[in-house]
């Protein structure tokens, strides 16, 4: 499998800081439109990151990797302002 990095992504010690902070939140099942849920469209287990000046970074550097991504490997302009972080555990 080939892959794909940008620059500029996370280092070591943010990646140790954000897994330490997710395995700490509540996590729900990932379902649908609506409360509804299909294991043959969507399986994962969800946790929301709690807003908060500690963690104002992310959500700029999330938008900006995501950006860059779509740029990068799609040709994609995505628009600001358009993210809300949510963590995917399984």
Known sequence: MS???LANGFSSAECAQLTGLFTRLEVTDGGLVAGH????VRQSTLAWLPE????AWLDTRMARIA???NQQLFGYALEAGLFNAVFTAG
């Open 3 to 5: 892959r794909n990095t």
């Open 37 to 40: 849920f299909d294991l043959k």
């Open 52 to 55: 908060s000046k500690d963690l």
């Open 67 to 69: 950006t860059d991504a």
